[in-house]
């Protein structure tokens, strides 16, 4: 049960780029319970695979083996439903059809890879720990900067560039 968990059944195994991958199926899947009128169904989310991320990874490396083998994405599936989680809610709150507002969905994907895979500050200072809880931790903190500049960026366009092309 923890390595379905821990590779979340099965998209963990795709290739190249597992945890790319896993991302992009998290958003797709987000985008579709939001359009279907569950927007709460993304945090709600968020906080399941979180759990389970702390559940099924400490039992899948004992397992297995090895740091954060490549085929472990729940990590990226809770850190990228934390960075949906920041637009996600603002939007439902004023009803915006989310497909219709694409950088909402396109730009936390898009932040939440590059600062998964550059690892900066707190993000690399968890993934260095080695252990089951930084394989988690660096997703999450990817993730929490992730939606804060993806919500800083939609600030700057709506407040900046917006009225300014009129």
């Known amino acids: 049960m923890s390595a379905l968990v821990a ?3 099965g998209a963990g195994h795709l290739r190249p780029a597992s945890g790319t991958w896993a991302s992009a199926i998290t958003v797709a899947l987000a985008v579709a319970v939001y359009q279907a009128g569950l ?6 989310g968020f906080v399941l695979a979180t759990l389970a991320g702390f559940w099924a990874v400490p039992r899948y490396l004992a397992a297995r083996g090895g740091e954060d083998p490549s085929e472990v994405v729940i990590d990226e599936v809770a850190g ?3 960075a949906l989680c920041f637009t996600v809610i603002p939007l439902a709150r004023h ?6 507002a ?3 969905w396109l730009v936390p994907f898009l932040l939440f890879r590059l600062f ?4 900066p500050w707190l993000v690399g200072r968890a993934d260095r720990r080695g252990d089951a809880a930084g394989v ?3 997703d999450l903190w990817a993730g929490l900067f ?11 366009y709506h407040g900046v560039v917006e009225p300014w092309l009129g």
């Open 7 to 9: 590779t979340f059944l």
């Open 39 to 44: 927007p709460w169904a993304v945090p709600v």
């Open 80 to 82: 990228q439903l934390l």
């Open 95 to 100: 009803g915006v059809d989310l497909l219709a």
């Open 102 to 104: 694409w950088p909402g």
């Open 116 to 119: 998964d895979i550059w690892k």
């Open 136 to 138: 988690m931790l660096d």
């Open 146 to 156: 992730a939606g804060v500049v993806a919500m800083a960026l939609a600030g700057v």
